[in-house]
């Protein structure tokens, strides 16, 4: 029985946060960028191979929204490294 909760409490977290670490430790992939415009309403939509880590920055005075994303790079089919859109929002 003690080993059973000594098993529970001290290896099984290690063994958890170990998990969490590895994952952490591979690159967010944003393999595809969509825009999509529903009247003054823009959304973009990004294709990635698993949940994002992020941080919003706005300036409101600017009308300015800056996306910040932990651990990620790009991989777009074609290779390039950047999307263009016939926007004035986006930038």
């Known amino acids: 029985m003690n080993l059973l909760r000594f098993m529970i ?4 977290p290690g063994w958890i946060l170990s ?44 009308k300015t929204l800056v996306i910040k994303f932990q651990n990620a790079r790009l991989d777009f089919v074609d290779g390039r490294k950047e999307r263009l859109f016939n926007d004035e929002q986006i930038a």
């Not at 409490?9 to 099984?12: N, S, T």
């Not at 690159?27 to 595809?32: C, G």
């Open 19 to 62: 998990i969490q670490v590895a994952a952490q430790e591979s690159a967010l992939l944003i393999q595809s960028v969509e825009l999509i415009r529903r009247g003054k309403q823009v959304s973009i939509h990004l294709l990635t191979n698993g949940a994002p880590v992020y941080e919003v920055n706005e300036n409101l005075q600017a």
């Open 9 to 12: 409490f001290f290896l099984l």
